[in-house]
């Protein structure tokens, strides 16, 4: 199973700024997803990002908003850009592991925007 | 797209009580995953199920593909199953794949 780490685990900004959030895996993955879950909803997923080309976004999300780096293997960013209260979430990153297809996520971080 | 509904949605169980969670989904599906989240968020896989019947300790899960549905089975419940537990399904499309989750179950155990 993989392990994956998020930083940071949680943060308050105030509204208009950016944060930028990693994800770290132990092991080289080719698939890594973000998702974003509001308060007391299920998991929407934002993007998968691949080593090495652009990531794919799902309808309703888009790149100025939620630009996503994949510089190697193992690591990952997603940054969520001019926040507003209704960006206020928890964002995973979630990697698929290529030998028995299951999915393992990080622990998350919670995001409250002011 | 397709579409993926859990029940019940809640559920509260007194402990060493059994329970059913169901999962359907509308269109045909690759893989699908059961997870729990536990009360600090944290999301764990329970069993990747894409047809057939598992069983891992106190929980057991069943997927009848042909038919778009899941069960997962909870027998002796303790208070620390509770959270919630997500039914996801994996559809490729383009040669991408991706999970989409489902609604969920918030199930709570009381001591």
């Given at each position: 199973s993989a392990v994956i780490s998020q930083k940071p685990s949680r943060d308050i900004c105030q509204r208009g700024t950016s944060l930028t959030i990693q994800c770290q895996v132990d092991s080289q993955v080719t698939m890594m997803f973000w998702y974003r879950q509001q308060p007391g909803q299920s998991l929407t997923l934002i993007a998968t990002a691949n080593q090495g080309s652009e990531a794919t976004y799902e309808s309703g999300f888009v790149i100025d908003k939620f630009p996503i780096s994949r510089p190697n293997l193992t690591f990952s960013t997603l940054t969520v850009s001019?926040?507003?209260?209704?960006?206020?979430s928890i964002y995973l990153c979630s990697v698929e592991?290529?030998?028995?297809d299951t999915q393992y996520f990080g622990p998350g971080t919670r995001l409250t925007v002011l | 797209g397709i579409q993926v509904e859990q029940s019940p949605p809640d559920l509260i169980l007194q402990e060493g009580a059994n329970s059913t969670l169901r999962c359907n989904f509308s269109d045909s599906v690759n893989n699908l995953q059961w997870f729990h989240q536990n009360p600090w968020g944290q999301l764990i896989n329970l069993f990747y199920i894409p047809s057939g019947t598992k069983q891992n300790g106190r929980l057991s899960a069943t997927t009848v593909a042909t038919e778009r549905y899941s069960l997962l089975y909870i027998s002796s419940?303790?208070?620390?199953?509770s959270g919630v537990y997500f039914c996801a399904v994996e559809r490729s499309a383009s040669g991408t794949y991706k999970y989409i989750f489902g609604t969920g179950t918030r199930l709570k155990v009381l001591a």
């Open positions: 001019n926040m507003s209260p209704e960006d206020s592991d290529g030998q028995t | 419940s303790q208070t620390t199953d």
